[in-house]
């Protein structure tokens, strides 16, 4: 079956940088819409980037200026360079795929992300 493999979680101080990975299998990587999502506890699960088949992308207010997201394309992984942290970015970030043609939806398993001094 389809599987989004999240990485690059972990614990970082304010200010520093963590790169997440998303690495896919059993899709057609290059057709699908990509994105970040992340789910702080006690709050709803929200949209932090997204990057189209295409190349666009775009991202949440709250991490514009901090946060870049890139695909590659021939290793069916999508990235999240998360730079500036700050406490509030702590939260568990989910990969996501989505082919909106067909309606395919997955997500991964999310991987931590914990911002502390």
């Known amino acids: 079956q389809v599987q989004l493999v999240e990485s690059g979680g972990g614990l970082v101080q304010p200010g520093g940088s963590l790169r997440l990975s998303c690495t896919a299998s059993r899709i057609t990587f290059r057709v699908y819409d990509m994105a970040w999502y992340r789910q702080a506890p006690g709050k709803q699960r929200e949209l932090v980037a997204r990057?189209?088949?295409?190349?666009?992308?775009d991202f949440a207010d709250s991490v514009k200026g901090r946060f870049t997201i890139s695909r590659d394309n021939a290793k069916n992984t999508v990235y999240l360079q998360m730079n500036s942290l700050k406490p509030e970015d702590t939260a568990v970030y989910y990969c996501?795929?989505?082919?909106?043609?067909?309606?395919?939806?997955?997500w991964g398993q999310g991987t931590q992300v914990t911002v502390s001094s």
């Open positions: 990057i189209v088949s295409s190349g666009s992308s």
């Open positions: 996501n795929a989505q082919y909106l043609i067909t309606g395919h939806n997955y």
